[in-house]
């Protein structure tokens, strides 16, 4: 039996409603979900979110990751009549998020230091305008290149993980607004990426993108690199850097994502945290997202499915 396997009183069984969009629909229900699901007393069930949602009831649980205005109005009607339904999560709480700046505020306000180890955020700052006062701000807040240039929205829209390498100020001068500059930090070409779901914890590695030498900056000056998706390379097309990783804590780990989890008040979501190369026990937050690609995980069936028997035992306990 694995060590996730949880026990199923007989006889009782759970409607968990799903609400998502057609592609995680097809990559987060895999029919290894649905029947490890089903063995364990949990009937994972398709919302449509055009419907209200009383006419699909009745639900212990629902889980989603949609924000239109009337998905959320739907969902917000029926939790205020339904407070038995666990809501995973509330809408208002997952659009922090969306906002690459308050998505990490969160991890500023933690106080995290374990076996000498450190949890921050690289130091970034908000571009509205790529005109000239902004860019002396920046440099006023001390913020150094290379940078990393974010959307602001992190909102899952068209462009929302198209970003690109600044390498000094005259690259500025290509970026689109709203932007987030963060700095670079070298980190060896390695990213942990923690995902949540509720108290079930999981830390993975994946490839990232490569360290920038002081010679290489100084032939890439000027020049502004754009990017897009690199962690999302694939696991087997990881090289000997990730391979050779050696993992954060678990007990930094675990921490991190206890404590994100009752700052943020949410389930689902995953961290991406990395490593400064020039100071290896300082860890830093770059990323945070909302319902993230959990099928990419190693038995992610009983790590799903344990999280929901959580939840609909402890609503309906
Ligand atoms: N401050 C940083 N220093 C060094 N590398 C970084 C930094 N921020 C981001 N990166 C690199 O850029 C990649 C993309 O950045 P980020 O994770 O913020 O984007 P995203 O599109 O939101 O990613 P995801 O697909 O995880 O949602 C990271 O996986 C990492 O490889
Ligand atoms: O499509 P949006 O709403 O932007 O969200 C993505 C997240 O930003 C990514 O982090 C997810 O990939 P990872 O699970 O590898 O982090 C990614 O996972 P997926 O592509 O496997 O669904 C998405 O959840
Ligand atoms: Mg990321
Ligand atoms: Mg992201």
New binding site residues.
């Given amino acids: 039996m694995s060590k996730f396997e949880s026990e199923v009183a007989e006889g009782e069984r759970y409607r968990v409603g799903y609400a998502l969009q057609t592609k995680k629909v097809e990559s987060f229900l895999q029919p290894s979900l649905l029947d490890y699901a089903n063995q364990h007393a949990i009937d994972l069930v398709q919302i449509d979110p055009s419907s209200p949602l009383e006419q699909q009831a009745p639900f212990h649980c629902i889980i989603h990751k949609l924000h239109t205005p009337q998905w959320n109005k739907h969902l917000q009607q029926f939790s205020a009549t339904h407070p038995d339904t666990a809501i995973i999560d509330p809408p208002e709480l997952v659009s922090r998020l969306h906002d690459r700046v308050s998505m990490l505020e969160a991890v500023t306000h933690l106080q995290i230091s374990l076996q000498n180890a450190t949890v921050g955020v690289?130091n970034q700052v908000v571009v509205n305008e790529p005109k000239a006062p902004d860019f002396d701000k920046i440099e006023q807040l001390g913020l150094r290149f290379p940078a990393?240039a974010?959307p602001l929205a992190?909102d899952g829209g068209d462009g929302s993980?198209e970003?690109c390498l600044v390498f000094d100020r005259e690259g500025l001068n290509a970026l689109s607004a709203p932007t987030v500059l963060?700095?670079?930090?070298n980190?060896g070409g390695v990213?942990f990426k923690i995902y949540v779901a509720g108290r079930r914890v999981k830390c993975v590695k994946r490839k990232?993108?490569g360290d920038i030498s002081e010679e290489r900056l100084r032939t890439l000056k000027g020049e502004v690199l754009p990017f897009s998706?690199?962690?999302?390379l694939g696991v087997e097309e990881e090289g000997d850097a990730v391979e050779k990783a050696e993992m954060p804590p678990q007990c930094l780990v675990d921490e991190l994502a206890k404590a994100l989890r009752e700052a943020l008040g949410l389930n689902l979501f995953n961290v991406?945290v990395?490593r400064d190369s020039k100071e290896p026990t300082r860890y830093l937050v770059?990323?945070i997202?909302y319902f993230p690609g959990y099928a990419k995980l190693p038995s992610y069936e009983p790590f799903i499915t344990d999280f929901l028997l959580d939840t609909v035992r402890t609503k309906t306990n």
């Fill in positions: 690289p990393i974010k992190a993980h970003m963060q700095e670079f930090v980190h990213l990232s993108l998706r690199v962690s999302n991406d990395i770059i990323d997202n």
